[in-house]
């Protein structure tokens, strides 16, 4: 467990916890998963608060949902942060987004942190205020404060997921339109599609909890202010940076959350164009087998009489029959893939297009140049 001491001139790493609140400053308590309990006895001998076993047990479960909770004494925050993206696997289309909560005890006077051991925005901040110490960078004013610069950080991990999933539904569209390999491994999009969803409901809770943070401390603050007190734990300090903070904070969480949003509804209109693809291919298919099959019914008509067995047909023995009966067949196809061909039944859309395209150039280069 870290013990900062957070101070106007820099912040300090403590050898010992102290036994009191510093007479200025406050406490930046930081601690793992495995010393999620280590804190609560000296943080209840510095501040007086009492933690309740409910909120100790949430801040055990690796499980747990991104949370806002509020007692007189002190705020909890259960915030799921990112704990890896891992790319493409070796069939290049699957991602899986692995996440882990970070709990955050707020008190007067005092911050404590729960998280991964191999957290990087907490070890991260920790280094760059100690770093800070010399008066480079202004350390946070408030416990809250700090926790909206990790909070803010976290967030921003989110944001540069939004080029790599750009990029694997990029891929998904080229997989799903492109005509030369139908596409069957619906599987696998299905599991992207549910990794999006998990996002978007991750994303849901995030912004839930901040709200709800953000909310309960206006509203005590408002309470206060009417009464000419300010609340005990110190509910009324809401500064105009700290409400910048949280509404910059709030605005990364829903951009994150638009984001994915439009990245569903682009893999739907891509599911839909696919099935509208194959449909047209189907149909176009169709088009020419029906033509094919309407140019050889009469043939197959002709060649069906000529084949009947009576003892007397006419032109059956003559010497030019069968020639005549060529020839008569070739004109009928002839003549019908010519009228098919003057009403536009063998004519593709593709096909039509062009034609279009060279009628509009070849008109665009006759006309008189002023």
Same mark, same amino acid.
């Given at each position: 467990?870290?013990?900062?001491?957070?101070?106007?001139?820099?912040?300090?790493?403590?050898?010992?916890?102290?036994?009191?609140?510093?007479?200025?400053?406050?406490?930046?308590?930081?601690?793992?998963?495995?010393?999620?309990?280590?804190?609560?006895?000296?943080?209840?001998?510095?501040?007086?608060?009492?933690?309740?076993?409910?909120?100790?047990?949430?801040?055990?479960?690796?499980?747990?949902?991104?949370?806002?909770?509020?007692?007189?004494?002190?705020?909890?925050?259960?915030?799921?942060?990112?704990?890896?993206?891992?790319?493409?696997?070796?069939?290049?289309?699957?991602?899986?987004?692995?996440?882990?909560?970070?709990?955050?005890?707020?008190?007067?006077?005092?911050?404590?942190?729960?998280?991964?051991?191999?957290?990087?925005?907490?070890?991260?901040?920790?280094?760059?205020?100690?770093?800070?110490?010399?008066?480079?960078?202004?350390?946070?004013?408030?416990?809250?404060?700090?926790?909206?610069?990790?909070?803010?950080?976290?967030?921003?991990?989110?944001?540069?997921?939004?080029?790599?999933?750009?990029?694997?539904?990029?891929?998904?569209?080229?997989?799903?339109?492109?005509?030369?390999?139908?596409?069957?491994?619906?599987?696998?999009?299905?599991?992207?599609?549910?990794?999006?969803?998990?996002?978007?409901?991750?994303?849901?809770?995030?912004?839930?909890?901040?709200?709800?943070?953000?909310?309960?401390?206006?509203?005590?603050?408002?309470?206060?202010?009417?009464?000419?007190?300010?609340?005990?734990?110190?509910?009324?300090?809401?500064?105009?940076?700290?409400?910048? =903070? &949280?509404?910059?904070?709030?605005?990364?969480?829903? @951009?994150? $959350?638009?984001?994915? +949003? *439009?990245?569903? !509804? %682009?893999?739907?209109?891509?599911?839909?164009?696919?099935?509208?693809?194959?449909?047209?291919?189907?149909?176009?298919?169709?088009?020419?087998?029906?033509?094919?099959?309407?140019?050889?019914?009469?043939?197959?008509?002709?060649?069906?009489?000529?084949?009947?067995?009576?003892?007397?047909?006419?032109?059956?023995?003559?010497?030019?029959?069968?020639?005549?009966?060529?020839?008569?067949?070739?004109?009928?196809?002839?003549?019908?893939?010519?009228?098919? =061909? &003057?009403?536009?039944?063998?004519?593709?859309?593709? @096909?039509? $297009?062009?034609?279009? +395209? *060279?009628?509009? !150039? %070849?008109?665009?280069?006759?006309?008189?140049?002023?």
């Amino acid at each position: 467990m870290h013990v900062l001491l957070v101070q106007t001139q820099g912040v300090s790493e403590l050898a010992a916890t102290p036994d009191q609140a510093p007479a200025s400053g406050w406490l930046w308590f930081d601690c793992d998963y495995d010393e999620a309990r280590a804190w609560v006895e000296p943080v209840s001998r510095i501040t007086g608060a009492t933690v309740f076993d409910d909120h100790l047990l949430n801040a055990e479960n690796r499980q747990h949902p991104s949370h806002f909770d509020a007692t007189p004494d002190y705020e909890m925050i259960v915030f799921r942060g990112l704990a890896s993206a891992d790319g493409p696997t070796a069939d290049g289309r699957r991602w899986r987004i692995q996440t882990r909560p970070t709990v955050f005890f707020v008190f007067t006077g005092c911050l404590v942190t729960v998280r991964a051991p191999d957290s990087r925005t907490v070890t991260g901040m920790r280094r760059r205020l100690l770093e800070a110490a010399g008066g480079r960078q202004r350390p946070p004013e408030s416990p809250q404060a700090l926790m909206l610069r990790l909070l803010n950080g976290m967030v921003d991990r989110y944001l540069e997921l939004r080029q790599p999933l750009t990029e694997q539904l990029e891929r998904w569209q080229r997989m799903l339109l492109d005509p030369g390999r139908p596409f069957s491994d619906w599987y696998a999009l299905l599991e992207s599609r549910d990794e999006l969803r998990r996002l978007e409901q991750l994303c849901e809770e995030q912004l839930d909890a901040i709200q709800e943070w953000r909310d309960e401390r206006l509203e005590q603050a408002r309470v206060a202010g009417e009464q000419g007190a300010q609340h005990p734990s110190g509910y009324a300090v809401q500064t105009d940076p700290l409400r910048i =903070r &949280a509404s910059d904070l709030i605005e990364h969480v829903q @951009r994150v $959350l638009n984001h994915v +949003r *439009r990245l569903e !509804a %682009s893999i739907e209109s891509a599911v839909q164009l696919h099935f509208s693809a194959t449909a047209h291919r189907t149909s176009e298919i169709m088009r020419v087998l029906t033509t094919l099959s309407a140019v050889f019914m009469p043939l197959t008509l002709i060649t069906g009489i000529f084949g009947m067995n009576f003892e007397v047909l006419p032109g059956a023995h003559a010497a030019t029959g069968f020639w005549w009966t060529m020839a008569a067949m070739a004109a009928i196809a002839c003549g019908l893939l010519a009228w098919f =061909r &003057a009403r536009r039944f063998l004519n593709s859309p593709e @096909r039509q $297009l062009r034609r279009r +395209r *060279r009628v509009s !150039a %070849s008109a665009s280069q006759k006309e008189p140049r002023a």
